[in-house]
């Protein structure tokens, strides 16, 4: 008994200084404070759709707690990855009244202390149509970027506001900040689709990853150039916000299964190497959704490689992954990032979720990124 004492206490112990090296290392200010999500659409095939559901085709309960539990841990600002809406259409009555549910939902945040970014996704700007073969395929269309902006134009951004919400200032924001026509296959105007921003030492880039005519890809020109000004400018960390994966999580047990292995930036080998050339070359974090699940990953550390992917697409949409295919709890869990940029330059990022029944919020998994 007295060994078996001693062994818990020494193990108690090991556990307790683990914990204290990690918040020494991490015992810096926060500079900043965000937490990022995506995809809370509903879907209008779900068993059980409420009258109600199929009005505003948005998970209400889900959304609804992930804003309470937001609202404890206060981040200065939500970017939100797209698929807020189920969209997929052009018309102008029905896409306003989507829009406008979803923003009710995010007053709550926006009064509360933190500010919302928006990031298009493929049912803001996509509707479906029939190609020649009579298949059904999804395309963006120049009518949904115009609504997009008319929807979310005046939070893309509004200095006197974020000020007054976040209490920083927002810098290096212009309104022509947008892709070329001509390069990176933009067809459209992009302003407000694809922008950034700088606050303090970090830079903020959002993308717009199912342009006209080019879907399915990023603007890695244009992100290259701005990213390029950001750390001429002094930023130290970069931080890209896209719909669309660069690299589809595919579980181990569903390799061997049908599985969309183009649903991302897989669809463009040439887009996403390019990509992920310019987010290791500045060692950015990538934030983005479309899978309706949790993953993090470095794509590319066998080779060396430092940059993070995280899909945070469980805000609430029908989950991706199959139950019976799971390989971790996180997969089948609406979840959302907790992110805070420390001072001395240390990034801390913690996952938040609960699962499908509703049970205790906890934190499914946690890492710093040294400084």
């Not at 990031?119 to 996509?126: D, F, K, L, R, S």
């Not at 269309?141 to 008319?150: C, M, S, Y």
Request: proline share 4%; charged share 25%.
């Amino acid at each position: 008994m007295k060994k078996l004492c001693i062994t818990l206490v020494s193990l108690l112990f090991t556990v307790s200084a683990s914990y204290c090296a990690h918040a020494e290392e991490t015992n810096s200010p926060v500079a900043f404070h965000f937490a990022t999500v995506g995809d809370c659409r509903g879907e209008p095939s779900a068993a059980g759709a409420t009258e109600q559901d199929l009005l505003w085709l948005q998970n209400t309960k889900v959304l609804a707690r992930m804003i309470r539990e937001m609202q404890i841990e206060k981040p200065q600002a939500l970017f939100y990855n797209g698929d807020m809406i189920y969209g997929y259409s052009s018309n102008k009555e029905k896409m306003e009244r989507y829009y406008a549910y979803w923003r009710g939902m995010m007053a709550c945040l926006m009064e509360s202390g933190t500010y919302v970014v928006p990031i298009p996704g493929n049912h803001e700007v996509q509707i479906k149509i029939k190609n020649a073969e009579g298949m059904e395929k999804k395309t963006a269309v120049v009518e949904n970027e115009i609504l997009w902006r008319a929807n979310m134009g005046d939070l893309i951004v509004d200095l006197d506001r974020w000020k007054s919400i976040t209490h920083q200032e927002t810098t290096a924001w212009n309104i022509e900040n947008k892709p070329k026509i001509g390069t990176d296959g933009i067809t459209t105007d992009q302003k407000q689709l694809s922008y950034s921003f700088d606050v303090g030492k970090s830079h903020f880039s959002m993308i717009n990853t199912d342009p006209v005519g080019f879907d399915n890809s990023a603007p890695v020109k244009w992100l290259e150039a701005d990213c390029k000004a950001a750390k001429k400018r002094g930023a130290k960390k970069f931080f890209i916000f896209g719909h669309k994966m660069a690299f589809t999580y595919v579980p181990e047990k569903l390799k061997d299964a049908k599985q969309n292995k183009e649903s991302g930036f897989d669809a463009r080998p040439e887009v996403r190497n390019a990509f992920w050339n310019l987010v290791e070359a500045y060692q950015a974090v990538y934030f983005t959704g479309h899978e309706h699940t949790y993953h993090a990953e470095q794509p590319r550390k066998n080779q060396g490689g430092k940059a993070w992917q995280v899909i945070v697409g469980g805000g609430g949409s029908p989950f991706s992954i199959p139950k019976e295919f799971i390989e971790k709890e996180g997969e089948r869990m609406y979840a959302w990032a907790d992110v805070r940029i420390h001072e001395n330059g240390r990034v801390s990022i913690r996952i938040f979720g609960f699962d499908e029944d509703f049970g205790p919020t906890r934190i499914i998994e946690a890492w710093d990124i040294a400084g």
